[in-house]
Nanobody, 121 residues
Framework: QVQLVESGGGLVQAGGSLRLSCAIS????????VGWYHQAPGKQRELVVT???????TYGDSVNGRFAISRDNAKNTVYLHMNSLTPDDSGVYYC???????????????WGQGTQVTVSS
C-alpha cells in the first residue's frame, strides 16, 4: 500500500521558518514528480512547488522565492523549506507524488493526508 506521510507542520510566528517532510513508501518501483500543495481555509488547493526525479522545479505564484524544495531519492523523501512565513501561508500542506508500483504499470498520482501549518501574526 502506497503511503505518503507528511510531517513538520505546526505553529510558527510570522517571519519564521519550517521544514516539511513527505516520506513516500509502499512497494514503489519509480517516483516521478513530487509536489507540495497548499489549501488555506475556505480556499481551493493550490500548487506550491513540484520537483521531478531529475531535480527540475516548478514554483507556484505565491512562493516569491521564500520556499525551496529538495529531494532525497535514496530515502524517497521530499522536503519543503519554508522561510519568511506570513499568516497567508497558514493552512494544510499536502504532498502529491506521481509514481509507478512496477516496471509495467502506469504512473499514478497519490496524495498524503496533509500537515497543518499555522502562522501567527
Amino acid at each position: 500500500q502506497v503511503q505518503l506521510v507528511e510531517s513538520g507542520g505546526g505553529l510558527v510566528q510570522a517571519g519564521g521558518s519550517l521544514r516539511l517532510s513527505c516520506a513516500i513508501s509502499g512497494g514503489i518501483f519509480s517516483t516521478d514528480v513530487v509536489g507540495w500543495y497548499h489549501q488555506a481555509p475556505g480556499k481551493q488547493r493550490e500548487l506550491v512547488v513540484t520537483i521531478t526525479s531529475t531535480g527540475r522545479t516548478t514554483y507556484g505564484d505565491s512562493v516569491n522565492g521564500r520556499f525551496a524544495i529538495s529531494r532525497d531519492n535514496a530515502k524517497n523523501t521530499v522536503y519543503l523549506h519554508m522561510n519568511s512565513l506570513t499568516p497567508d501561508d497558514s493552512g494544510v500542506y499536502y504532498c502529491k507524488a506521481r509514481l509507478k508500483r512496477s516496471k509495467y504499470s502506469y504512473y499514478q498520482d497519490y496524495w498524503g493526508q496533509g500537515t497543518q501549518v499555522t502562522v501567527s501574526s
